[in-house]
Protein backbone atom coordinates (compact mmCIF):
# COMPACT_ATOMS: atom_id res chain seq x y z
CA UNK A 1 0.00 0.00 0.00
CA UNK A 2 1.68 3.29 -1.15
CA UNK A 3 0.40 6.11 0.22
CA UNK A 4 -0.36 9.29 -1.30
CA UNK A 5 0.74 13.00 0.26
CA UNK A 6 -2.88 15.02 0.43
CA UNK A 7 -2.40 18.77 -0.13
CA UNK A 8 -3.39 21.40 2.26
CA UNK A 9 -6.73 22.42 -0.37
CA UNK A 10 -7.49 18.70 -0.45
CA UNK A 11 -7.50 18.29 3.58
CA UNK A 12 -9.25 21.94 3.76
CA UNK A 13 -11.60 20.80 1.45
CA UNK A 14 -12.15 17.48 3.34
CA UNK A 15 -12.69 19.21 6.49
CA UNK A 16 -15.07 21.39 5.17
CA UNK A 17 -17.35 18.49 3.84
CA UNK A 18 -16.95 16.88 7.22
CA UNK A 19 -18.38 20.13 9.08
CA UNK A 20 -21.16 20.61 6.29
CA UNK A 21 -22.47 17.09 6.66
CA UNK A 22 -22.10 17.68 10.44
CA UNK A 23 -23.80 20.74 10.43
CA UNK A 24 -26.52 20.58 7.77
CA UNK A 25 -29.25 19.80 10.65
CA UNK A 26 -28.18 23.27 12.68
CA UNK A 27 -28.68 25.20 9.34
CA UNK A 28 -32.11 23.50 8.63
CA UNK A 29 -32.93 24.39 12.40
CA UNK A 30 -31.28 27.96 11.98
CA UNK A 31 -33.86 28.53 8.72
CA UNK A 32 -36.74 26.96 10.73
CA UNK A 33 -36.53 29.54 13.82
CA UNK A 34 -36.08 32.65 11.47
CA UNK A 35 -39.43 31.29 9.32
CA UNK A 36 -41.26 30.25 12.58
CA UNK A 37 -42.69 33.24 14.14
CA UNK A 38 -45.12 31.42 16.19
CA UNK A 39 -42.89 28.93 17.61
CA UNK A 40 -44.91 25.72 16.31
CA UNK A 41 -41.49 23.99 14.83
CA UNK A 42 -41.52 19.97 15.67
CA UNK A 43 -38.92 17.34 14.87
CA UNK A 44 -38.78 13.49 14.62
CA UNK A 45 -35.22 12.57 14.54
CA UNK A 46 -34.00 8.12 13.32
CA UNK A 47 -30.65 7.26 12.65
CA UNK A 48 -31.29 7.64 9.64
CA UNK A 49 -33.82 10.87 8.80
CA UNK A 50 -34.80 14.29 10.57
CA UNK A 51 -38.13 15.63 9.64
CA UNK A 52 -39.13 18.81 10.86
CA UNK A 53 -42.32 20.35 10.51
CA UNK A 54 -43.18 24.19 11.48
CA UNK A 55 -45.96 26.77 10.09
CA UNK A 56 -45.57 29.31 8.29
CA UNK A 57 -48.69 32.15 7.70
CA UNK A 58 -51.51 29.79 7.00
CA UNK A 59 -49.52 26.85 5.62
CA UNK A 60 -47.58 23.74 7.29
CA UNK A 61 -43.88 23.44 6.02
CA UNK A 62 -42.51 19.96 6.33
CA UNK A 63 -38.46 19.53 5.72
CA UNK A 64 -37.24 16.13 5.46
CA UNK A 65 -33.34 14.97 5.54
CA UNK A 66 -33.24 11.22 4.53
CA UNK A 67 -29.40 11.33 6.11
CA UNK A 68 -26.02 12.91 5.65
CA UNK A 69 -24.27 11.54 2.97
CA UNK A 70 -24.04 13.17 -0.23
CA UNK A 71 -26.42 10.42 -1.98
CA UNK A 72 -28.86 11.49 0.44
CA UNK A 73 -31.68 14.78 -0.10
CA UNK A 74 -33.41 17.25 1.11
CA UNK A 75 -36.81 17.41 0.35
CA UNK A 76 -39.43 20.08 1.78
CA UNK A 77 -42.99 20.43 0.87
CA UNK A 78 -45.99 21.69 1.44
CA UNK A 79 -50.12 21.03 1.28
CA UNK A 80 -51.79 23.70 -0.44
CA UNK A 81 -55.42 22.55 -1.08
CA UNK A 82 -57.29 18.99 -0.71
CA UNK A 83 -57.96 16.64 -3.61
CA UNK A 84 -60.75 16.37 -4.96
CA UNK A 85 -61.46 19.82 -6.22
CA UNK A 86 -63.84 21.83 -8.24
CA UNK A 87 -63.03 22.00 -11.89
CA UNK A 88 -59.86 20.30 -11.60
CA UNK A 89 -58.57 20.55 -15.45
CA UNK A 90 -58.76 24.37 -14.89
CA UNK A 91 -56.57 23.49 -11.60
CA UNK A 92 -54.03 21.09 -13.42
CA UNK A 93 -54.02 23.67 -16.11
CA UNK A 94 -53.18 26.69 -13.49
CA UNK A 95 -51.02 24.64 -11.04
CA UNK A 96 -48.96 23.55 -14.84
CA UNK A 97 -48.57 27.19 -15.82
CA UNK A 98 -47.05 28.20 -12.25
CA UNK A 99 -44.21 25.31 -12.56
CA UNK A 100 -43.53 26.90 -15.71
CA UNK A 101 -43.49 30.24 -14.73
CA UNK A 102 -43.30 31.18 -11.03
CA UNK A 103 -42.29 28.52 -8.82
CA UNK A 104 -38.54 29.19 -9.29
CA UNK A 105 -36.62 25.76 -7.62
CA UNK A 106 -40.04 24.82 -6.53
CA UNK A 107 -42.97 22.88 -8.40
CA UNK A 108 -47.03 21.95 -7.38
CA UNK A 109 -47.32 18.75 -7.46
CA UNK A 110 -49.84 15.88 -6.15
CA UNK A 111 -48.97 13.63 -2.93
CA UNK A 112 -51.95 12.00 -0.34
CA UNK A 113 -54.74 13.39 -2.83
CA UNK A 114 -53.44 16.50 -2.22
CA UNK A 115 -51.60 19.75 -4.22
CA UNK A 116 -48.79 20.47 -2.76
CA UNK A 117 -45.47 23.16 -3.42
CA UNK A 118 -42.35 20.90 -3.25
CA UNK A 119 -38.31 20.64 -3.70
CA UNK A 120 -36.19 18.10 -3.39
CA UNK A 121 -32.39 18.69 -3.62
CA UNK A 122 -29.47 16.28 -3.45
CA UNK A 123 -27.44 16.99 -0.08
CA UNK A 124 -23.70 16.87 -2.44
CA UNK A 125 -22.85 19.68 -2.80
CA UNK A 126 -25.58 21.66 -1.14
CA UNK A 127 -24.43 24.86 0.45
CA UNK A 128 -26.24 26.62 3.71
CA UNK A 129 -28.11 29.37 1.37
CA UNK A 130 -29.47 27.07 -0.69
CA UNK A 131 -30.89 24.83 2.43
CA UNK A 132 -32.76 28.77 3.07
CA UNK A 133 -33.46 29.15 -0.39
CA UNK A 134 -35.31 26.00 -0.76
CA UNK A 135 -37.16 26.20 2.50
CA UNK A 136 -38.26 29.98 2.05
CA UNK A 137 -39.13 29.19 -1.50
CA UNK A 138 -41.66 26.20 -0.16
CA UNK A 139 -42.94 28.58 2.46
CA UNK A 140 -43.28 31.50 0.49
CA UNK A 141 -45.27 29.85 -2.31
CA UNK A 142 -47.65 28.00 -0.29
CA UNK A 143 -48.51 30.43 2.38
CA UNK A 144 -49.58 32.77 -0.71
CA UNK A 145 -51.31 30.01 -2.88
CA UNK A 146 -53.17 27.95 -0.38
CA UNK A 147 -56.15 30.38 0.12
CA UNK A 148 -56.15 31.67 -3.35
CA UNK A 149 -56.53 28.27 -4.60
CA UNK A 150 -58.92 27.08 -2.06
CA UNK A 151 -61.10 29.72 -2.30
CA UNK A 152 -61.10 28.93 -6.39
CA UNK A 153 -61.02 25.26 -5.98
CA UNK A 154 -61.64 24.01 -3.07
CA UNK A 155 -64.98 21.24 -2.25
Given at each position: ????????????????????????????????????SDNTA??????????????????????????????????????????????????????LERNWANTLE??????????????????????????????????????????????????
Amino acid sequence: MVLQPISNDELADQVVDEETANNLVGVIETVIDSLDSDNTAMVNRSETRHLWKFKYGTVEVFVQLTGLTEEDTLTVWSMVLKLPAKDEPTLMRQLLERNWANTLEARFGIFDDQVVVVTARALADLSPGEISRAITIVATIADESDEPLQQEFGT
